[in-house]
């Protein structure tokens, strides 16, 4: 893992026009290259920024629409055929010579129309089964009310019967010899009864008859229901293999359109001339040397290559890659969510890492409720592994594996507070928070009343704040912005007032409230830093002439926001404290409400809803609290959030 973004370089390249799709493919292949205009390149001291002559390129967004289209398509087939769409990879990357957009969408419409017709069947066979479930339903519930049950005989020859209800829940079974029994709702007789007189139907009397056609006709209907119901299952079984078998056929389309979107995408970044093509773009610096080899085997060594330096490289941005684990991906999607660091600073992923799982830890400090968090993102991202067609809900991927982190946090923190749903069967480590936050911590406890508990999380803030604070300085150091570094409210100056101003406080609190440290030194060591800072306020008076009385007055605003500011993001940390005793408070609460009986089960009932309730709220809290201490009081202090996120052309993304 870097602990600064990735180092870049910018190539560009002039290649025969005719390589141009075996470069593509190369490209595509090494799928590291962020493209840019190579009209830019007149910006940059390049020898290559002399190709001037270029042609009107073709967009390929029409082929790209197309292939999108058709690829849709696909994916919508896969999804009725219940499996994974295609994943591809860096090995796929050959272009068939025969393959066309053209027989593509034959091929695919005519895959389309085969799962069409089962489709259909099973649309058929469903509403016959739910027809005939509808009167079993009835009979089962007692409703012969709703049903019609008749006892006869057709008169003229009949060769298929249902044929002439096609709109009508209608069961025909025999009762005797030439005696027909029929079933079916009372609602539909209107539409039963004028067919019925034109088949010459005669109704029969015979109340024997009529009895045995009642037993009849709910056996008929509980077979025909079951009968129909297998239909259906086999119906949809057969939808399912349909798509399985065209399977090899599918995954060689979608395979050889995507690699004709990418390349074409690719293509549309080239710049052409009668008989070159100039293409430009960002790669990380360790792959420069394997990048370079692939092209030059593509176009048979006929290229020119030239490499840029990022540091070189004006009015074009340097895009930025946050290279951390794949075990990191919550916390990375946590810094992308605020924004991309500037290149060549800092990787803030692991600090926030840190950061945030002691933040909850604190708030949220219990190893059984802890526990239930792990195994709630652990089951959630097992259920996302074995499908993954499913779709994302409140619960994604990525908080679940977001909260195998803070259930790991969480138990910690309970072994050191000693807390295990809310008891403290084993003594906490350090020391026991429900004993502190209840008033019953013992005489050798390390911390005793709720003070100690906001002095902890004081100083928390103040190492997160620092630790912001030196990040800032060393990136202001790579980037050679020496006033910045120098004078600035969160440079070395700012860093010193908050410092001895953190020092100041600690030695009036340790006092009991009563003195601060001794006046001369202490005067000494906050003031000079303010005149220092009063310079930059001068320096940029002169510079941009503003008038002093003006300049002096952004100086005291300036002076007073470090101040204020410090003091204010210091004091935010409470909340952890705050969060963290509402936490023991309530479970708490639920101890005494369950001690008011006597009973087992309702006692276990009790601590179990209270648990549940804990987990959901407070757990909620304490997450949306950690990401706001991280946003607003850490990553202020060293992210600028100026970024452009590196966006490769990548087969795999």
């Known amino acids: 893992m870097n602990f600064f973004t990735k180092p870049m370089k910018l190539i560009t390249a002039v290649v025969l026009r005719a390589k141009s799709d075996k470069v593509s493919e190369c490209l595509l292949k090494e799928g590291v290259m962020d493209f840019i205009d190579v009209k830019s390149l007149e910006e940059l001291d390049s020898g290559l920024a002399d190709v001037k002559a270029f042609e009107q390129s073709t967009s390929g967004d029409e082929v790209i629409r197309k292939a999108d289209a058709i690829m849709k398509q696909i994916q919508g087939i896969y999804s009725q055929g219940m499996i994974p769409p295609y994943r591809a990879t860096s090995q796929d990357i050959k272009l068939d010579d025969s393959f066309s957009l053209e027989s593509a969408s034959e091929s695919v419409a005519k895959i389309s129309d085969e799962l069409l017709e089962a489709k259909q069947q099973l649309k058929t066979a469903n509403l016959n089964y739910h027809s005939f479930e509808e009167l079993d339903r009835y009979f ?195 810094v992308r969510n605020y924004s991309i660091p500037e290149y060549g600073t800092i990787n803030p992923v692991i600090f926030t890492t840190v950061a945030f799982m002691c933040m909850f830890g604190l708030m949220f400090a219990d190893v059984g409720q802890g526990l239930v968090i792990l195994l709630i993102g652990l089951l959630g991202s097992l259920m996302y592994k074995k499908n993954p067609l499913k779709k994302e809900g409140l619960l994604t991927d990525n908080l679940c594996h977001l909260l195998v982190y803070l259930g790991i946090s969480s138990m910690i923190f309970g072994v050191l507070f000693g807390s295990y749903f809310g008891y403290e069967l084993f003594p906490g480590l350090w020391f026991s928070f429900d004993a502190v936050v209840e008033g019953e911590a013992p005489a050798n406890s390390l911390i005793k009343d709720i003070y100690g508990i906001l002095g902890i999380t004081i100083k928390f803030g103040f190492i997160v704040i620092v630790t912001g604070l030196v990040l800032n300085w060393i990136n202001l150091f790579r980037r050679k912005h020496w006033v910045e570094l120098v004078m600035d409210k969160y440079g070395i100056l700012g860093g010193w007032i908050y410092i001895v101003g953190f020092w100041g406080c600690s030695y009036f609190v340790k006092s009991g409230y009563k003195s601060f440290p001794p006046g001369s030194l202490f005067l000494v060591l906050v003031l000079t830093p303010a005149f220092l800072m009063l310079f930059r306020g001068l320096m940029e008076t002169l510079v941009d002439h503003k008038r002093f009385k003006l300049g002096l007055m952004d100086w005291l605003v300036n002076l007073l926001e470090v101040f204020s500011g410090y003091l204010s993001n210091t004091l935010s940390f409470m909340r952890v404290a705050g969060l963290g005793i509402a936490h023991a408070s309530l479970m708490a609460a639920f101890k005494s409400m369950s001690a008011m009986t006597t009973n087992p089960l309702f006692i276990i009932l009790i601590m179990a809803l209270g648990n549940a309730l804990v987990i959901a709220i407070e757990g909620l809290s304490a997450g949306i609290q950690a990401l706001r201490l991280n946003y607003y009081e850490f990553f202020t202090k060293f992210f600028t959030g100026k970024g452009v996120a590196y966006k490769p052309v990548n087969i795999e993304e």
């Open 140 to 334: 089962k519930e007692g409703k012969a009310g709703y049903m019609d049950i008749r006892v006869g005989k057709f008169t003229r020859q009949v060769d298929n019967i249902q044929v002439k209800f096609p709109d009508v829940v209608l069961g025909i079974f025999p009762v005797d010899e030439n005696v027909t029994g029929l079933v079916s709702l009372k609602r539909d007789a209107a539409k039963i009864n004028p067919m019925m007189e034109k088949l010459g139907w005669i109704e029969s009397d015979n109340l024997e008859l009529q009895k045995k056609a009642q037993t009849g006709s709910q056996q008929f209907i509980d077979a025909e229901t079951r009968q129909l119901l297998s239909e259906v299952t086999r119906k949809s079984d057969e939808s399912i293999e349909l798509v399985k078998s065209h399977r090899s056929e599918l995954d060689y389309l979608y395979r050889e359109l995507l690699v004709l979107k990418l390349c074409t995408k690719i293509k549309d970044c080239f710049q052409n001339t009668k008989n070159t093509a100039v293409f430009s773009g960002w790669v990380p610096a360790d792959q420069a040397k394997q990048i370079e080899a692939s092209i030059r085997r593509a176009t048979d060594d006929q290229c020119i290559i030239e490499w840029t330096e990022a540091s070189n490289v004006k009015g074009v941005p340097v895009p930025v890659e946050l290279q951390s684990p794949k075990v990191l991906a919550p916390f990375t999607r946590i």
